[in-house]
């Protein structure tokens, strides 16, 4: 009775002590994220009170409080919702054997749980990118691919290539799809476990077509179909090739979909070293120099680029896949870290810090 007629008597006082109230439970937010960082420099500071370096043994370790500070948040972050994170894209650039280097890569961002939303392939990235969204670990892609030949997922070969020359009947990639929906299962766009979407040409139209509904291992086949060599694939009275001829790091495509952050992995060839002693390096040098101007006006519209050195390899080289993932995995291994600070820092502080 005494407290309702304090309030009959001083009308403004409820809200008065709703403005405290308020105030105090922003003052402890605030604190508890002081203990936090007060907690993070107590530890950073016994490390760095001690030496410089910290000695196991016989050996001498540099002590590095930037990926120290990293390693912190980012286990904090591995552990957000979708919704309280960044949203990442990945963009998986064309290059024939060249994109071998993507699974190297992708097991370095696999091991260290970077998240992705989206990934955007084009040809040899499209392949990749597939087996990636279904959800098989790349350890197992790794296995898969490092033993591949052309043999295994198209017609090409010596007989056919003469046959090819003498009746000007173009090779077909149709075992590619095979291939695809024997290791991934014959599934849908809507099936996989990261949305999806590979990028073609149309040969009639110069039209650059995006594929994601329908059967995954049609349209990585699509997108993957090298003009001149390989029969176009038909798909809704279109006559669908390599997407490469229109765009091979598709960047401007990922943008569309408004993504917090687009991490593009590059495997563009030096066409310095490339060897166009055969029809097929040949058009693919033409395609490579054609879409140089255009790569690079991408690359520039990414967070981070990741580029593997495997400018030497020749699109055709699938013999080379072991070395040429080792060559992603090292490039994965040098750039993690500035792909985890860049999802670190375009996080909101309260949700690291809570």
Same mark, same amino acid.
């Given at each position: 009775?005494?407290?309702?007629?304090?309030?009959?008597?001083?009308?403004?006082?409820?809200?008065?002590?709703?403005?405290?109230?308020?105030?105090?439970?922003?003052?402890?937010?605030?604190?508890?994220?002081?203990?936090?960082?007060?907690?993070?420099?107590?530890?950073?500071?016994?490390?760095?009170?001690?030496?410089?370096?910290?000695?196991?043994?016989?050996?001498?370790?540099?002590?590095?409080?930037?990926?120290?500070?990293?390693?912190?948040?980012?286990?904090?972050?591995?552990?957000?919702?979708?919704?309280?994170?960044?949203?990442?894209?990945?963009?998986?650039?064309?290059?024939?054997?060249?994109?071998?280097?993507?699974?190297?890569?992708?097991?370095?961002?696999?091991?260290?749980?970077?998240?992705?939303?989206?990934?955007?392939?084009?040809?040899?990235?499209?392949?990749?990118?597939?087996?990636?969204?279904?959800?098989?670990?790349?350890?197992?892609?790794?296995? /898969?691919?490092? !033993? &591949?030949?052309?043999?295994?997922? #198209?017609? +090409?070969? =010596? %007989?056919?290539?003469?046959?090819?020359?003498?009746?000007?009947?173009?090779?077909?990639?149709?075992?590619?799809?095979?291939? /695809?929906?024997? !290791? &991934?299962?014959?599934?849908?766009? #809507?099936? +996989?476990? =990261? %949305?999806?979407?590979?990028?073609?040409?149309?040969?009639?139209?110069?039209?650059?077509?995006?594929?994601?509904?329908?059967?995954?291992?049609?349209?990585?086949?699509?997108?993957?179909?090298?003009?001149?060599?390989?029969?176009?694939?038909?798909?809704?009275?279109?006559?669908?090739?390599?997407?490469?001829?229109?765009?091979?790091?598709?960047?401007?495509?990922?943008?569309?979909?408004?993504?917090?952050?687009?991490?593009?992995?590059?495997?563009?060839?030096?066409?310095?070293?490339?060897?166009?002693?055969?029809?097929?390096?040949?058009?693919?040098?033409?395609?490579?120099?054609?879409?140089?101007?255009?790569?690079?006006?991408?690359?520039?519209?990414?967070?981070?680029?990741?580029?593997?050195?495997?400018?030497?390899?020749?699109?055709?080289?699938?013999?080379?896949?072991?070395?040429?993932?080792?060559?992603?995995?090292?490039?994965?291994?040098?750039?993690?870290?500035?792909?985890?600070?860049?999802?670190?820092?375009?996080?909101?502080?309260?949700?690291?810090?809570?």
């Amino acid at each position: 009775m005494i407290l309702i007629n304090t309030f009959y008597k001083n009308p403004s006082l409820p809200l008065v002590v709703i403005f405290l109230v308020v105030i105090a439970g922003r003052i402890r937010n605030i604190l508890r994220q002081m203990r936090l960082l007060f907690k993070s420099a107590i530890v950073i500071s016994l490390f760095l009170s001690f030496s410089p370096s910290i000695s196991l043994g016989q050996t001498n370790l540099d002590f590095n409080e930037d990926k120290f500070l990293v390693d912190i948040l980012w286990d904090k972050f591995i552990n957000l919702s979708k919704e309280s994170r960044p949203s990442a894209a990945l963009v998986l650039g064309g290059g024939g054997a060249r994109g071998f280097a993507h699974i190297g890569v992708l097991e370095i961002m696999e091991s260290e749980g970077v998240p992705i939303d989206l990934v955007v392939g084009t040809s040899m990235g499209s392949i990749v990118g597939a087996l990636y969204c279904s959800g098989m670990p790349m350890a197992n892609v790794r296995k /898969l691919s490092e !033993n &591949i030949k052309w043999g295994e997922i #198209s017609n +090409l070969n =010596i %007989p056919s290539l003469f046959m090819m020359l003498i009746s000007e009947d173009l090779l077909s990639n149709e075992d590619l799809e095979k291939f /695809l929906n024997k !290791n &991934i299962g014959t599934i849908d766009f #809507s099936d +996989l476990k =990261i %949305p999806l979407i590979c990028i073609a040409t149309d040969l009639n139209t110069g039209e650059r077509i995006l594929l994601r509904e329908g059967s995954v291992a049609f349209a990585a086949r699509a997108s993957a179909t090298i003009p001149g060599i390989f029969k176009p694939v038909e798909y809704n009275q279109r006559y669908l090739v390599d997407g490469g001829l229109y765009e091979n790091i598709p960047v401007d495509i990922a943008r569309i979909f408004n993504p917090d952050i687009v991490i593009t992995i590059s495997v563009a060839a030096d066409i310095s070293k490339n060897s166009t002693s055969s029809v097929f390096n040949s058009l693919m040098q033409a395609i490579y120099i054609q879409g140089r101007v255009f790569d690079g006006e991408n690359l520039a519209k990414s967070d981070i680029v990741i580029s593997p050195s495997v400018g030497d390899v020749s699109a055709t080289e699938l013999n080379r896949a072991s070395e040429v993932i080792r060559r992603g995995f090292i490039a994965g291994r040098q750039s993690i870290e500035n792909v985890k600070m860049i999802l670190i820092n375009k996080t909101k502080g309260k949700e690291l810090f809570e």
